[in-house]
């Protein structure tokens, strides 16, 4: 059985920092692209940041480039997200999700391209 668990959020204010982790079981994440999303309460669940599964190229969000970080660790078994210079607007509830389909050298930011999710874990930027 496939199951994604997110860590690592929680309150922070502006401009601090949370990593936030995608631990797998029953898959192995470095097969695989992967995808964290993020969805706020009355807007659509938006793609933020992924890695392909061929040569770790990656995405991110115009919003979030240059801020957030998305890196593997084959090892754990785990993907993570450095989010750093965190904003109020970057509050929502954090989900990854993993593309179990064939070889990708471009991962996608679209959540129909994703086929296991995790729960989420929240995020609030606030003062």
């Known amino acids: 059985q496939v199951q994604l668990v997110e860590s690592g959020g929680g309150l922070v204010q502006p401009g601090g920092s949370l990593r936030l982790s995608c631990a797998a079981s029953?898959?192995?994440?470095?097969?695989?692209?992967i995808g964290w999303f993020r969805q706020a309460p009355g807007k659509e669940r938006e793609g933020v940041s992924c890695?392909?599964?061929?040569?770790?190229?990656?995405y991110y969000a115009d919003s979030v480039k240059g801020r957030f970080t998305i890196s593997r660790d084959n090892a754990k078994n785990t993907v993570y997200l450095q989010m750093s210079s965190l904003k109020p607007e970057d509050t929502a509830l954090y989900y990854c999700?993993?593309?179990?389909?064939?070889?990708?050298?471009?991962?996608?930011?679209?959540?129909?391209?994703?086929?296991?999710w995790g729960q989420g874990t929240q995020v609030a930027v606030s003062s």
């Open positions: 890695i392909s599964s061929v040569n770790d190229s990656t």
């Open positions: 999700a993993a593309d179990i389909g064939p070889v990708r050298y471009v991962c996608t930011q679209y959540p129909t391209g994703y086929d296991y």
């Open positions: 029953g898959l192995t994440l470095d097969y695989y692209a």
